[in-house]
T-cell receptor, first 114, second 116 residues
């Protein structure tokens, strides 16, 4: 399966600032996704990162708060904007190498906002 | 109603014993897939095993096997000969419909602790 590198692995940020998380895959993949996992919770899909076009956001998530880029088939970024303590979560990128295949995840970014 | 139910919030198991983690699901779609993931305390999400609704045999991957009981809508994960490194959160997830549907529905997870 693809090797997925996610950076940073963790960060502590001040409220009101923004952080960009990077997800790099070692092969071209069709689908890339961004998830949020709030403390003690399961995963929630934020959006599907579409190559060359705007991301597809799930209900409750908006582009102004979580802008996403995907310039090619191996790379995507998620920005968490104007952070507040409620944004403290683990953010994970995942990929689906081929349609119908299991999603594989990066190591996650553990984000704490003070 | 919950689509994926994991009834065990936490489990303690003695090292080297077998472990069964429960997962029941609810769907009216005849085509679906079931997944198990492991999340250690470090946070990464590791894919373990997959079972398709039309698969005739239970899936196995090394020490992991899936006890798939379609009529009961259950897909329990069995870990044989547990090890200390198996201590983690375990999530069951389901994808409904055909392969073009990427949406995963997640259970709440089970925290497994292996005792030495």
């Amino acid at each position: 399966s693809a090797v997925i590198s996610q950076k940073p692995s963790r960060d502590i940020c001040q409220r009101g600032t923004s952080l960009t998380i990077q997800c790099q895959v070692d092969s071209q993949v069709t689908m890339m996704f961004w998830y949020r996992q709030q403390p003690g919770q399961s995963l929630t899909l934020i959006a599907t990162a579409n190559q060359g076009s705007e991301a597809t956001y799930e209900s409750g998530f908006v582009i102004d708060k979580f802008p996403i880029s995907r310039p090619n088939l191996t790379f995507s970024t998620l920005t968490v904007s104007n952070m507040s303590p409620e944004d403290s979560s683990i953010y994970l990128c995942s990929v689906e190498e081929m349609e119908g295949q299991p999603q594989h995840f990066g190591d996650g970014t553990r984000l704490s906002i003070l | 109603a919950q689509k994926i139910t994991q009834t065990q919030p936490g489990m303690f198991v003695q090292e080297k014993e077998a472990v069964t983690l429960d997962c029941t699901y609810d769907t009216s779609d005849p085509s679906y897939g079931l997944f198990w993931y492991k999340q250690p305390s470090s946070g990464e999400m590791i894919f373990l095993i997959y079972q398709g609704s039309y698969d005739q045999q239970n899936a196995t991957e090394g020490r992991y096997s899936l006890n798939f009981q379609k009529a009961r809508k259950s897909a329990n994960l069995v870990i044989s000969a547990s090890q200390l490194g198996d201590s983690a959160m375990y999530f069951c997830a389901m994808r409904e419909g055909g392969d073009s549907n990427y949406q995963l529905i997640w259970g709440a997870g089970t925290k497994l602790i292996i005792k030495p």
